[in-house]
T-cell receptor, first 112, second 115 residues
Framework: AQSVTQPDIHITVSEGASLELRCNYSYGATPYLFWYVQSPGQGLQLLLKYFSGDTLVQGIKGFEAEFKRSQSSFNLRKPSVHWSDAAEYFCAVVGNTDKLIFGTGTRLQVFP | EPEVTQTPSHQVTQMGQEVILRCVPISNHLYFYWYRQILGQKVEFLVSFYNNEISEKSEIFDDQFSVERPDGSNFTLKIRSTKLEDSAMYFC?????????????FGNGTRLTVT
């Protein structure tokens, strides 16, 4: 069965610093991978997705993620974080079912 | 940009009462879902719905839960007799195709509090 691990529960960065949020997945075949962001009191907004093709995918708000099959990873990156990026970030995977399986999330705090 | 809308944003109910959570998916979407997030925990799949029937459900989605698309625009989740442990944020989502082909679009959620 597919699963997702986000090893970092909480990350704090300074505004302007670079960011990398880790995500590892478990699935035997080619996974379909997503990053969602949840601001306080809000729903889940899709940042980016990987279905196939180029392993470096660009998303909204300046985020990108790279699919690395050899490492079973799909880490999210941003070169320069803004205070408005403070939120909870969820990695998710779909395998061969209708279920989107979420990781436990990483809470990002941004200091000025 | 079209959105998934959910009402109410917050519902308080007493244990044992029935609740209906309402969702209006994006109009040309064909796949519909309910997820929930207990406070401090991960987002969990409850049920997916396609072609007027449940296509998949989780172990959480027992006989107390049901879904309906009564009029071609709304998509509802009913909990027949609420328990304290049903307190959570419930998210509705929709997609134009299956999840391995089309991303899910989520609503802002309904926070259900069972007292």
């Amino acid at each position: 069965a597919q699963s997702v691990t986000q090893p970092d529960i909480h990350i704090t960065v300074s505004e302007g610093a670079s960011l990398e949020l880790r995500c590892n997945y478990s699935y035997g075949a080619t996974p379909y991978l997503f990053w969602y962001v949840q601001s306080p009191g809000q729903g889940l907004q899709l940042l980016l997705k990987y279905f196939s093709g180029d392993t470096l995918v660009q998303g909204i708000k300046g985020f990108e993620a790279e699919f690395k099959r050899s490492q079973s990873s799909f880490n999210l990156r941003k070169p320069s974080v803004h205070w408005s990026d403070a939120a909870e970030y969820f990695c998710a995977v779909v395998g061969n079912t209708d279920k989107l399986i979420f990781g436990t999330g990483t809470r990002l705090q941004v200091f000025p | 940009e079209p959105e998934v809308t959910q009402t109410p944003s917050h519902q308080v109910t007493q244990m044992g009462q029935e609740v209906i959570l309402r969702c209006v998916p994006i109009s040309n979407h064909l796949y519909f879902y309910w997820y929930r997030q207990i406070l401090g925990q991960k987002v969990e799949f409850l049920v997916s719905f396609y072609n007027n029937e449940i296509s998949e459900k989780s172990e959480i989605f027992d006989d107390q839960f049901s879904v309906e698309r009564p009029d071609g625009s709304n998509f509802t989740l009913k909990i027949r007799s609420t328990k304290l442990e049903d307190s959570a944020m419930y998210f509705c989502a929709s997609s134009s195709g299956p999840p391995n082909n089309s991303p899910l679009h989520f609503g802002n959620g309904t926070r259900l509090t069972v007292t």
